[in-house]
């Protein structure tokens, strides 16, 4: 039986993506691992690859074509024997499986006797999440009496393929009344409420007014909802200090005079990082994240760098940055950096963390507040650097350059106190270099 080809999640947080470019036409053959399209994801343009064998009988979806939605059939598969003829029911038995689905659950009617489903349509885990599996291996399993749920695939993300489920030994599906015994209690899922006016009430506002409309893209789209969600679920609170950059400056400026032979230049940001590294070690229960019913603390220091990139915003994560030397930090984030600007980065280099630093000093601004990146605990707000008229400790004024920063905290995850004594080793870090060093 003809196999629809499903628009990929490439990302945990992926929704939908444009499907940018065919790699593959009507009448190829494709084998396990072969190339199928470029699809362009909020974040980055990504390959995606063939799970099963068999001859591309007709592709639904055109290149170019944006919001395609997850799981949506963008092609169809023919397996050995068939033909284009065979391609009709195909997607709409796919259809009516999917519609079946929802009425199901709402009156819950038994069975008729001998009734047969051929695809079951988006299976669910025992935790209620959406099981990913080809068609095929959705018949298989139902043929056989499997439990998708206790099946690991092996194909792209996760999901389960044909060999995955033929490899699998009989066992009986999950008994509806367990289902229903673990669903007791959970939360029903609901979609965000909008907030603010519609496109249309906005746009009547400006009637007769000249305005030339910006359609969004996948990143400002994910932006958007993202820092929504941050503001709307997030309790920030904002820590404040200013941090002296004297014998920071001259400790780079003497490095970088020993560095230039190989061709190492560090930035005030390098340091930054490095500092924040460290102090996450310092004080080890804020250098966690926000599970949703439990916090994650985390033994790395992974920390996340916002990176502004035309239309949007990346934050590449250097991985153990507490372990590595301040050339190794500098080198790695260049590379980041510019793979960021020229959208190549993968999901695993641009995800996670538990910490963010976003400097926005290079542009002039002096302090500000910014927003955390869930599920990070915190984020270093960093201004530039300037010279200011500071009072000694002998009471004696004098001049320094002073740099403001804001740390911007979950209270779930970090406590006041707690927040206090990591911006703290951030500021003696910064303000005696030469221990970061050691």
Same mark, same amino acid.
């Given at each position: 039986?003809?196999?629809?080809?499903?628009?990929?999640?490439?990302?945990?947080?992926?929704?939908?993506?444009?499907?940018?470019?065919?790699?593959?036409?009507?009448?190829?053959?494709?084998?396990?691992?072969?190339?199928?399209?470029?699809?362009?994801?909020?974040?980055?343009?990504?390959?995606?690859?063939?799970?099963?064998?068999?001859?591309?009988?007709?592709?639904?979806?055109?290149?170019?074509?944006?919001?395609?939605?997850?799981?949506?059939?963008?092609?169809?598969?023919?397996?050995?024997?068939?033909?284009?003829?065979?391609?009709?029911?195909?997607?709409?038995?796919?259809?009516?499986?999917?519609?079946?689905?929802?009425?199901?659950?709402?009156?819950?009617?038994?069975?008729?006797?001998?009734? =047969?489903?051929?695809?079951?349509?988006?299976?669910?885990? &025992?935790?209620?999440?959406?099981?990913?599996?080809?068609?095929?291996?959705?018949?298989?399993?139902?043929?056989?009496?499997?439990?998708?749920?206790?099946?690991?695939?092996?194909?792209?993300?996760?999901?389960?393929? &044909?060999?995955?489920?033929?490899?699998?030994?009989?066992?009986?599906?999950?008994?509806?009344?367990?289902?229903?015994?673990?669903?007791?209690?959970?939360?029903?899922?609901?979609?965000?409420?909008?907030?603010?006016?519609?496109?249309?009430?906005?746009?009547?506002?400006?009637?007769?007014?000249?305005?030339?409309?910006?359609?969004?893209?996948?990143?400002?789209?994910?932006?958007?909802?993202?820092?929504?969600?941050?503001?709307?679920?997030?309790?920030?609170?904002?820590?404040?200090?200013?941090?002296?950059?004297?014998?920071?400056?001259?400790?780079?400026?003497?490095?970088?005079?020993?560095?230039?032979?190989?061709?190492?230049?560090?930035? =005030?940001?390098?340091?930054?990082?490095?500092?924040?590294?460290?102090?996450?070690?310092?004080?080890?229960?804020?250098?966690?994240?926000?599970?949703?019913?439990?916090?994650?603390?985390?033994?790395?220091?992974?920390?996340?760098?916002?990176?502004?990139?035309?239309?949007?915003?990346?934050?590449?994560?250097?991985?153990?940055?507490?372990?590595?030397?301040?050339?190794?930090?500098?080198?790695?984030?260049?590379?980041?950096?510019?793979?960021?600007?020229?959208?190549?980065?993968?999901?695993?280099?641009?995800?996670?963390?538990?910490?963010?630093?976003?400097?926005?000093?290079?542009?002039?601004?002096?302090?500000?507040?910014?927003?955390?990146?869930?599920?990070?605990?915190?984020?270093?707000?960093?201004?530039?650097?300037?010279?200011?008229?500071? =009072?000694?400790?002998?009471?004696?004024?004098?001049?320094?350059?002073?740099?403001?920063?804001?740390?911007?905290?979950?209270?779930?995850?970090?406590?006041?106190?707690?927040?206090?004594?990591?911006?703290?080793?951030?500021?003696?870090?910064?303000?005696?270099?030469?221990?970061?060093?050691?």
């Amino acid at each position: 039986m003809p196999t629809e080809i499903l628009m990929p999640a490439l990302s945990p947080t992926m929704e939908e993506g444009t499907l940018a470019k065919w790699l593959v036409k009507e009448g190829d053959t494709v084998s396990s691992g072969d190339l199928l399209a470029e699809i362009e994801t909020d974040k980055a343009t990504m390959e995606f690859e063939a799970v099963d064998e068999g001859t591309i009988g007709k592709i639904l979806v055109e290149e170019g074509t944006e919001g395609v939605k997850v799981n949506t059939a963008i092609a169809v598969l023919l397996e050995e024997g068939e033909s284009a003829d065979d391609i009709g029911s195909a997607p709409e038995s796919e259809k009516k499986a999917e519609k079946a689905e929802a009425p199901e659950k709402e009156a819950q009617p038994e069975p008729a006797s001998g009734t =047969v489903t051929e695809a079951p349509a988006a299976p669910k885990g &025992k935790d209620g999440e959406r099981i990913f599996a080809s068609p095929l291996a959705r018949r298989i399993a139902a043929d056989k009496g499997l439990d998708l749920s206790q099946i690991d695939g092996s194909g792209p993300h996760g999901r389960i393929v &044909k060999a995955d489920v033929e490899g699998a030994s009989a066992a009986p599906a999950k008994q509806p009344q367990a289902a229903e015994a673990d669903a007791v209690g959970a939360p029903a899922a609901t979609e965000p409420a909008k907030v603010g006016q519609s496109a249309s009430a906005v746009a009547k506002m400006y009637e007769g007014r000249e305005y030339q409309e910006v359609k969004l893209d996948g990143m400002r789209k994910t932006i958007a909802a993202r820092l929504t969600e941050a503001k709307q679920t997030v309790p920030h609170f904002y820590l404040r200090r200013d941090i002296r950059l004297d014998a920071l400056l001259k400790f780079r400026s003497d490095l970088n005079k020993q560095l230039e032979p190989r061709g190492v230049k560090l930035s =005030v940001n390098d340091f930054i990082i490095k500092a924040c590294a460290l102090a996450l070690q310092s004080v080890p229960t804020t250098n966690a994240v926000w599970a949703g019913d439990r916090v994650l603390q985390l033994k790395p220091s992974d920390v996340a760098v916002a990176v502004a990139i035309e239309g949007g915003l990346f934050t590449p994560v250097l991985k153990d940055a507490d372990t590595k030397s301040l050339s190794a930090l500098s080198a790695e984030m260049k590379d980041l950096a510019a793979r960021a600007r020229d959208r190549k980065l993968a999901p695993h280099e641009y995800q996670g963390g538990s910490f963010a630093v976003s400097n926005l000093g290079m542009f002039g601004i002096d302090n500000f507040d910014a927003v955390i990146n869930p599920p990070h605990g915190a984020i270093l707000a960093v201004g530039a650097g300037v010279k200011k008229p500071v =009072v000694g400790k002998d009471g004696e004024l004098s001049v320094a350059t002073v740099m403001s920063v804001t740390l911007s905290v979950d209270h779930r995850v970090i406590d006041g106190a707690m927040g206090a004594e990591l911006l703290q080793h951030i500021v003696e870090n910064l303000e005696n270099p030469m221990v970061m060093l050691a």
